[in-house]
């Protein structure tokens, strides 16, 4: 007599093939994303180390002096340290924008495999460079800029290659919830980040810099032995990204639980069948030029939405650190602890955003609200944000949530709704590149975020929190035309409920 399988085994049995490569292709993104922004995040972190106010440590020891810039790394002990800090940002954003608009044309043509492992080894390689400057004393701007150049252009074969291989296995159906979930790779990473990059800012910064670049280079590997760019490459079934009339028909037949098609009424010669099939037509399509992508409905209004929307998040990103030290006087450790809290609410914001947009059916409505409700938030926290440490920690997750909220929702779910929108008829390939110039555009905003703070800062705080209110305005406003359709939808759908209900009665 056969003994009965042990319950942990029989609850693994419990959830078909597909569902544990599904599994498998969400957790190795995850982790590959949350490594690039883990690497992003120490230089944030070490600008106040950079640049100290050296008096708080006593007399210069080697000469006695009481220079308030002898504990500073050269060449930021100037007074216009923060412009330089400034140049740092921009060398790695504004690489970064132009860089993403290219990225996803390599995306759509080069294996994804391949593309997203190469450019996280050359991204642990110049961001452990970063950090050597400090064991090899480099004192030169140039070297710190070069290195951030060359950092941000390889850092955009992540997004659009994370993206796009999730896009490739899962369907709309539960889209915004799930990509809301797995898009806290940013915050996780901007936490795990922050962390890492404390521990040793205030002996040796460097450090600070090479342990998230082995991290990052490690991850590449592992991403290079085990990621699967399309379900066909191991006989899975291919999601389900818009009905069909046909398909439509046979609801009794099918079950979108997933956004996969059910198997359970065809057998297996058929699926293998329709997975040959499909792979076949995809592999015959050409890849989206960059001018068709642009004519996608939503993709020009989000693409703006999302400029003035990553120009905040990113602002908080490179300067909140510093902000906290300055207004709150705490130590950089402690200040980089504290930033962490706005991550956290960037995850449950994330969450939350992909809930009701698939709850509503409406992204860029959802999108608005938060907007809405984060420029009022801005204004609270600057004012009070720092009167304790309850409201501080209040202040920063709502603030995250709300700031972060619609950044992750369009990146993520509306990226993808749109690279497998209905007039591409079925087209895959358009995914990277769609992504791509959302992302891409994104990017300029999160370019000129930190470059404006720098140099609204002198100025004072009071001025730059304004400059982010604007922005999140900005971005409200560019979404109006959508959120009016999509409420003309919502109207349309409640008067022919109402008909259908008269006609019975």
Same mark, same amino acid.
């Given at each position: ?9 029989r !609850?693994l ?10 599994g498998?292709i969400?957790?190795?993104?995850f982790? @590959?994303?949350t490594?690039?922004h883990?690497?992003?995040k120490?230089?944030s972190?070490? /600008? ?9 440590r ?5 000469n ?5 810039t002898?504990c ?9 340290y923060k412009?330089?800090f400034?140049a740092?940002?921009?060398?790695f954003?504004?690489?970064?924008a ?7 044309i390599f995306?759509?043509?080069?294996? #994804? ?6 450019g ?5 390689? !110049?961001t ?6 400090y064991y ?12 951030q150049?060359c ?11 994370v993206?796009?291989?999730v896009?490739?296995?899962f369907?709309?159906?539960k ?11 940013t ?9 890492i990059?404390?521990?040793w ?9 090479i342990?998230?670049?082995i991290?990052i280079a ?9 990621l699967?760019?399309y379900p066909?490459?191991?006989e ?27 198997v359970?009424?065809?057998?297996k010669?058929n ?10 037509s ?5 890849a989206?030029?960059f ?6 409905p ?5 693409s703006?939405?999302?400029l003035f929307?990553?120009?905040?998040s990113y ?5 909140l ?7 709150a006087h705490?130590?950089? /450790? ?6 962490t ?15 009701i947009?698939d ?12 907007l809405? #409700? ?5 204004f ?8 304790? !440490? ?5 202040m ?11 950044y992750?929702?369009i %990146?993520t779910?509306?990226s993808a709704?749109l690279?497998?929108h209905?007039?591409?008829q ?13 992302d ?29 209110? %604007?922005?999140?305005i ?6 109006s035309?959508?959120?009016y ?5 919502? @109207? ?6 109402r008909g ?6």
């Amino acid at each position: 007599m056969r003994a009965i399988p042990a319950p942990g085994i029989r !609850f693994l049995r419990s959830f078909p093939r597909d569902s544990w490569y599904r599994g498998l292709i969400l957790l190795l993104t995850f982790l @590959c994303y949350t490594s690039y922004h883990l690497s992003r995040k120490p230089i944030s972190i070490v /600008k106040s180390e950079l640049h100290y106010n050296c008096s708080s440590r006593g007399a210069n020891p080697h000469n006695g002096s009481n220079s308030t810039t002898w504990c500073d790394w050269k060449p930021f002990d100037q007074d216009n340290y923060k412009e330089l800090f400034g140049a740092l940002d921009n060398a790695f954003l504004v690489a970064y924008a132009i860089g993403m608009y290219i990225s996803g044309i390599f995306g759509e043509r080069l294996p #994804l495999r391949y593309y997203l492992s190469g450019g996280m080894l050359l991204s642990g390689l !110049f961001t452990c460079l970063f950090g050597l400057g400090y064991y090899w004393e480099i004192h030169y701007l140039w070297y710190f800029v070069i290195i951030q150049v060359c950092n941000g252009l390889v850092q955009t074969t992540g997004w659009p290659s994370v993206v796009t291989c999730v896009g490739n296995w899962f369907g709309k159906g539960k889209r915004g919830f799930i990509m809301g979930i797995w898009n806290s790779h940013t915050s996780v990473g901007n936490i795990l980040g922050s962390l890492i990059a404390g521990v040793w800012v205030s002996q040796a910064w460097g450090l600070s810099f090479i342990v998230p670049g082995i991290i990052i280079a490690f991850m590449g590997v592992v991403c290079f032995l085990f990621l699967i760019e399309y379900p066909e490459d191991v006989e899975c079934s291919p999601p389900l990204h818009h009905a069909s009339s046909e398909e439509k028909g046979l609801e009794a037949e099918h079950s979108i639980g997933d956004g996969s098609l059910s198997v359970s009424s065809h057998s297996k010669e058929n699926i293998i069948d329709a997975v040959e099939s499909t792979k076949d037509s995809t592999e015959e399509r050409e890849a989206i030029s960059f001018l068709d992508a642009l004519k996608i409905p939503g993709v020009v209004e989000f693409s703006f939405c999302l400029l003035f929307a990553k120009l905040v998040s990113y602002t908080f990103l490179y300067w909140l650190p510093l902000y906290i030290v300055n207004v709150a006087h705490f130590s950089a /450790k402690k200040a980089g602890d504290m930033s962490t809290l706005f991550d956290a609410g960037g995850i449950v914001g994330g969450i939350l955003a992909g809930l009701i947009s698939d709850y509503t059916g409406g992204r860029a409505t959802t999108c608005c609200v938060m907007l809405i #409700l984060a420029a009022p938030m801005l204004f609270l926290y600057n004012y009070i944000g720092q009167n304790g !440490f309850a409201t501080s920690v209040v202040m920063l997750i709502i603030c995250g949530g709300l700031v972060n909220g619609p950044y992750a929702l369009i %990146t993520t779910a509306v990226s993808a709704d749109l690279g497998t929108h209905e007039c591409l008829q079925g087209n895959a390939k358009a995914l990277s590149t769609v992504t791509a110039i959302i992302d891409g555009t994104g990017s300029v905003g999160a370019a000129l975020g930190p470059l404006l703070a720098g140099l609204i800062s002198h100025s004072g705080w009071d001025n730059v929190f304004y400059m982010l209110i %604007t922005a999140d305005i900005l971005a409200c406003l560019l979404l109006s035309r959508v959120v009016y359709k999509e409420i003309r939808g919502w @109207c349309g759908c409640y008067t022919r409920k109402r008909g259908s209900l008269n006609i019975t009665f």
